[in-house]
C-alpha cells in the first residue's frame, strides 16, 4: 500500500459509502499525472472552489476527487459554501441513464445560475470556477498494450461500457489538466447588470470554447475524413474557376476536369488519424531506444507558452528522414497536438505512405509546372489548414542538407502559407523554428556519394528495405532545440503598412509579398543557426579537421577543445544556444567510444586521429555548427600569414567581407554588430594570451608560427579558410575573364571546376567547397551588393570593387594558394585585368571607407614602424 502524503491525510470527502468504495476499486487501475504537477498554486484567496469538468460521468468523478485528494485540493464532493449546491462540482454536458440507457444533454445553465444568485447582495462573496479536463489514454505507452489504442481518448462522447474498457485498459495513462481559477465576481462586476439566466448561457458558451481547445491542443483538433476537406477545397470558388478553365483550355467536360482535381487534392491530402498516431507513438518508443541512446528537447517550454492563440507552422532544419519522425513523436509524448507534415511526394510509397498520410502528411510534387490544375489545388488546400487552425511543418530548405549547412531557403510554402493568411486573417501566424542535432546520421554514406557525383537514388519500398541494416547501428544522441518564434502579424505591418487592405481575392499578389517572404525565410534561417546544440562531435570535427592529417596531439586537442567551449561559454552565439556539459577529457573519450575518431599510442604522446572516408562524414558535424565560430575564425585568419595587424583592419575587413559570410552561414547581426562580435572576439583572445595589443590596443601581435597561441588561431581559422578560398576563385575568374565575356552560368561552372581541380591537387577539401550552390550565393551576393551586374547581353561587368577584394585577399590567403588558383583559371600572378567603374553604380563598402578611420591605421603603421610593415610581416 502506498503511503499517503500530509495533504491526503487531512482530506475530507462528503462523499457517500458506495463513491468511496468505488474509488478505492477503481484505484489500482488508475495512475494519475497531474497538469500542473501543483495545482494548488492556481488558486486564489480563501473563496470557495467549484470544479467545471467537460462531460458528465462516474468515474470522471472518481477521478477528479481523487486527483483533488493528492493535490491537497479542496474536495468536490463536499457542499458549495453560501450554496444549495450539494457538490463543488458540476458538468457542462450531463445526462441520465445506466449502461444501455439513452443519453440526453442537459443545460448547465442551472448550476451556473444558482452560483450567480447564490451571490446577489453579497458584494463580499465570490467563488472560484476552475475548469478541469480529464483524458484517459491519451497515449499509450509500453504498460498500456497495443490494443488500448482502440480506447484511447477522442472527440467522440462515448458510452459508460466504453469509457469502463478505456480505463481498464489506459487507466494508467490519465491526465488531470487543471486550470486557472476564474473569479465569478470579477466577471460579474466587469458584464454589468445582466439576468442570471442570460449570464450562466454566456459563462457556458465560453467554458465550451474553453474544453475544446484545451482538447485541441492535448490530443488534436477534431479533423473528419479527409474526403471532408477534399469538398471544401473542390467547392472553393478559386478551384471551381481553375476547372472550368482546364475544361475549356483543353476541351474536355466540366465533370472530366472536376475528376482530375479531386484526384490531385486525394493524392495531397493527408488523413489524419488519432489512433494511427498514438500506435506509432507506441512503436517509436522502442525504435528510438534501438537507435538513439536519447533524445533531448531545449527551450519546448518557451515554444509551448508562445502558442496558445496561434497557427503554429513548426519550420525545422532538415538533415535526416527521421527530422519529421522525431519532431511527430516528441511533440505528442510532450502533449502537443501533432503537425500536419508537408512531405515530397517520392515519400508516398506503397504501405509506407498511407501510414505516413494517416500520421498528418501531406503530399506535394515537386515541381508545379505545366499543370495550371494542381497549384490552385495546393493552394487551397493549405488554405483550408490554416483556416481551420491544424499546426503545419514543412522544410523550408526544399530537401535534406548534405552538407550539414543551412540551405538557401526555397519560399514555396512559405508564400502559401502567407497568401492563405491573408484572405482569412483570423487567427496570427506563428512560425516555431527548430534546430535538430545529430551525432552520426544514418545517410551520412549516401551524402558522400551524392556530393561525389553520383546521382540521387531515388525512394523505393526495396530501397527503403535495403537500407534497415543500418537500424543495427547507434546514433548517439539527438537534440531538439525550439528557437526564439517569429509572429507574422509584427513583421508584415513593419514591411507592409497595408497588408489588411490586400483583400481576399486568392489570386491577389501585391508587390511586396516577394519581401516580405524573403525576410521572412531569412528571420526562420537565421533563428534556427542561433538555437544551435553544441554536441561533443561537433567539437571534435572543428578541431581535429582544421590540421592537414586530420590528426592532433591528445594535448594538444585537449586543450583546443578547452578553448573552443571557453570561446561559446564566454561569448554565448545566442541565448537559445546549448552546449555539451562534457569536459575535454570526457569529449575525448565520447569521440572514441562513438567510433569518429582513433587513438594512435605513440612513447611521446598519444595521438588522436580522423581516418579515411570518416574525415568527410565529420565535416557534415563541423558545418552544423560552422556560424558559432565565424566571428573568432574571421579574426584567427587575419593572422594565418600576418604576425601583425592593426584592430582598425581586422574591423575594415570584417565589414567588406561580412556580407558574403552573412548570407553563406545566416548569420545574426548586422555590419554593426558584427564589428562589435569581431571586438568582443579580439578582446579574448587577449585575455586568452592568443594575442598580445600594444599602442593602446590598437596593434595587435600573435607569437612566431610554433608557439602553442599560434596553433590554436590557426586551428580556429582553418574552420573558415576554404569560405574564402571560394570567393578568390569566383573573383579571380570574372576578373581574368574580364568584363563583358561571362555569364552567371559560366562563372559557377568555371568555379566548380577550379575548386574541384585544387581539391585533387591540394590536400582533400570539404565536400561542399566545390558545391555550384554555394558559388552560387556568393555571385548573388555580389550581384545584390552591385559589385557585380548582368549587362544588356546577359554578361557580367563589374567594379573596381572587385580588384580591391582581390588584393585584400593577399592578407588572408596564402601566396601559394593564391598561385594555384590564378594558375588554374588562367590568370598571370598577381596582374589583373584594367579597372572601371560604371558611372550609374553605387560605390561598395571597400571604395567607401571612412578617411578617418585611413588616417588612423596610418598613424599606427607610422608609431610600429620599427616592428614590420603593418598587414605585411610574414612568418
Known amino acids: 500500500m502506498p503511503t499517503m502524503t500530509t495533504a491526503e491525510s487531512t482530506y475530507r470527502s462528503r462523499a457517500p459509502w458506495w463513491f468511496n468504495l468505488a474509488g478505492h476499486l477503481l484505484e489500482p487501475w488508475v495512475r494519475i499525472r497531474r497538469d500542473p504537477a501543483e495545482p494548488a498554486g492556481l488558486l486564489q484567496g480563501d473563496a470557495p472552489v467549484c470544479y467545471v469538468i467537460e462531460r458528465d460521468g462516474f468515474s470522471d468523478a472518481l477521478i477528479l476527487d481523487r486527483a483533488c485528494r493528492e493535490a491537497g485540493l479542496p474536495s468536490p464532493m463536499q457542499p458549495l459554501p453560501n450554496t444549495r449546491r450539494r457538490r463543488s462540482v458540476f458538468a457542462l454536458a450531463r445526462r441520465d441513464g445506466w449502461l444501455f440507457g439513452r443519453n440526453r444533454k442537459r443545460s448547465p445553465n442551472e448550476p451556473l445560475g444558482q452560483l450567480v444568485r447564490s451571490l446577489e447582495g453579497f458584494p463580499d462573496r465570490d467563488i472560484q470556477i476552475v475548469p478541469v479536463s480529464i483524458y484517459v489514454g491519451r497515449a499509450p505507452t509500453r504498460e498500456s498494450g497495443w490494443f488500448s489504442v482502440l480506447f484511447s481518448e477522442n472527440w467522440v462522447v462515448v458510452g459508460r461500457f466504453r ?4 480505463l481498464l485498459l489506459n487507466g494508467r495513462d490519465t491526465v488531470v489538466h487543471f486550470s486557472a481559477p476564474v473569479s465569478l465576481r470579477t466577471v460579474l462586476n466587469e458584464e454589468g447588470e445582466i439576468r442570471p439566466e442570460r449570464f450562466a448561457r454566456k459563462m457556458a458558451r465560453v467554458l465550451r470554447t474553453h474544453f475544446r481547445r484545451i482538447r485541441a491542443a492535448v490530443i488534436g483538433p477534431d479533423l473528419s475524413h479527409r474526403r471532408t476537406v477534399v469538398d471544401a477545397v473542390l467547392n472553393s ?15 474536355i467536360s466540366y465533370g472530366k476536369s472536376w475528376e482530375r482535381a479531386q484526384k490531385m487534392a486525394m493524392e495531397i491530402a493527408a488523413d489524419y488519424s488519432h489512433p494511427v498516431v498514438r500506435s506509432a507513438s507506441f512503436l517509436l518508443r522502442n525504435f528510438w531506444n534501438k537507435l538513439y541512446d536519447g533524445i533531448t528537447m531545449h527551450h519546448f517550454d518557451k515554444a509551448r507558452a508562445a502558442a496558445p492563440g496561434y497557427e503554429v507552422v513548426y519550420v525545422p532544419s532538415h538533415r535526416s528522414h527521421a527530422d519529421y519522425l522525431l519532431m511527430s513523436y516528441q511533440l505528442h509524448a510532450s502533449g502537443v497536438v501533432v503537425p500536419h507534415i508537408a512531405a515530397g511526394v517520392n515519400l508516398n510509397l ?17 515541381s508545379f509546372k505545366g499543370n495550371a490544375l494542381y497549384p490552385v489545388v495546393f493552394n487551397e488546400y493549405v488554405a483550408q489548414l490554416i483556416d481551420r487552425g ?3 511543418e514543412y522544410f523550408i530548405e526544399g530537401g535534406r542538407s548534405r552538407t550539414g549547412r543551412l540551405l538557401a531557403p526555397r519560399a514555396g510554402m512559405l508564400a502559401m502559407t502567407v497568401r492563405a493568411y491573408l484572405r482569412a486573417p483570423r487567427r496570427p501566424v506563428l512560425f516555431q523554428p527548430v534546430y535538430i542535432g545529430y551525432e552520426k546520421l544514418m545517410e551520412g554514406k549516401s551524402y558522400i556519394g551524392e556530393l561525389s557525383g553520383k546521382p540521387k537514388e531515388k525512394e523505393s519500398l526495396i530501397g527503403l528495405l535495403r537500407g534497415l541494416g543500418v537500424l543495427r547501428q547507434r546514433y548517439g544522441h539527438v537534440a531538439l532545440n525550439f528557437g526564439e518564434p517569429i509572429e507574422l502579424n509584427p513583421l508584415l505591418d513593419a514591411m507592409a503598412g497595408d497588408w489588411r487592405e490586400a483583400g481576399t481575392d486568392p489570386n491577389s499578389k501585391p508587390e511586396w509579398l516577394n519581401a516580405v517572404v524573403g525576410k521572412l525565410a531569412e528571420k526562420i534561417q537565421i533563428n534556427i543557426n542561433r538555437a544551435a546544440d553544441v554536441n561533443p562531435i561537433n567539437l571534435l570535427a572543428l578541431a581535429l579537421l582544421a590540421t592537414p592529417k586530420h590528426a592532433m596531439a ?3 586537442l585537449l586543450a583546443q577543445l578547452e578553448l573552443m567551449k571557453a570561446l561559446l561559454e564566454e561569448l554565448p552565439y545566442s541565448d537559445r544556444m546549448t552546449l555539451t556539459p562534457l569536459d575535454p577529457s570526457a569529449i575525448v573519450a565520447y569521440g572514441e567510444q562513438m567510433g569518429w575518431i582513433t587513438r594512435v599510442n605513440h612513447p611521446l604522446g598519444d595521438v588522436l586521429t580522423v581516418e579515411g572516408e570518416q574525415a568527410v562524414l565529420l565535416s557534415y558535424f563541423r558545418n552544423n555548427v560552422l556560424h558559432l565560430t565565424a566571428a573568432a575564425a574571421w579574426v584567427a585568419c587575419c593572422f594565418l600569414n600576418n604576425r601583425r595587424m592593426s584592430r582598425a583592419s581586422i574591423l575594415r575587413l570584417g565589414r567588406i567581407i561580412y556580407p558574403f559570410i552573412q548570407g553563406e552561414l545566416f548569420l545574426p547581426w548586422d555590419s554593426e554588430g558584427f564589428g562589435a562580435q569581431l571586438q568582443a572576439t579580439i578582446d579574448f583572445f587577449v585575455r586568452r594570451g592568443l594575442l598580445e595589443a ?16 599560434a596553433y590554436q588561431l590557426k586551428v580556429i581559422a582553418r574552420s573558415l579558410i576554404q569560405a574564402f578560398e571560394r570567393y578568390y576563385i569566383a573573383i579571380a575568374a570574372l576578373v581574368k575573364n574580364g568584363p563583358h565575356t561571362i555569364t552567371a552560368a559560366e562563372l559557377e561552372n568555371v568555379c566548380t571546376l577550379t575548386a574541384q581541380r585544387l581539391s585533387l591537387l591540394n590536400e582533400p577539401s570539404a565536400p561542399e567547397f566545390f558545391d555550384k550552390a554555394l558559388f552560387r550565393g556568393f555571385i548573388h551576393k555580389l550581384r545584390e551588393g552591385r559589385v557585380v551586374w548582368t549587362d544588356e547581353e546577359g554578361k557580367l561587368d563589374y567594379t573596381a570593387a572587385l580588384e580591391d577584394m582581390v588584393r585584400d585577399a593577399r592578407v588572408i590567403l596564402a601566396r601559394e594558394m593564391r598561385h594555384s588558383i590564378l594558375k588554374i583559371t588562367g590568370g598571370d600572378s598577381e596582374k589583373e585585368a584594367p579597372r572601371h567603374t560604371e558611372p550609374d553604380v553605387p560605390p561598395t563598402p571597400a571604395e567607401t571607407m571612412n578617411t578617418s578611420e585611413e588616417l588612423h591605421e596610418r598613424h599606427v603603421i607610422a608609431e610600429h614602424r620599427e616592428h614590420a610593415p603593418l598587414d605585411e610581416e610574414k612568418d
Do not use: H, W, Y
Not at 163 to 166: P, V
Not at 350 to 366: H, N, Q, S, T, V
Open 163 to 166: 469509457r469502463m474498457l478505456a
Open 390 to 392: 491544424v499546426p503545419m
Open 694 to 709: 600594444s599602442g593602446e590596443g590598437r596593434l595587435l601581435e600573435r607569437g612566431p608560427g610554433q608557439d602553442d597561441a
Open 554 to 556: 591528445e594535448n594538444d
Open 350 to 366: 506503397p504501405l509506407i505512405g498511407p501510414i505516413l498520410r494517416r500520421g498528418g502528411a501531406f503530399f506535394l510534387r515537386r
Open 237 to 251: 470558388e478559386p478551384v471551381r474557376t481553375a476547372i472550368t478553365a482546364t475544361a475549356a483550355k483543353e476541351n
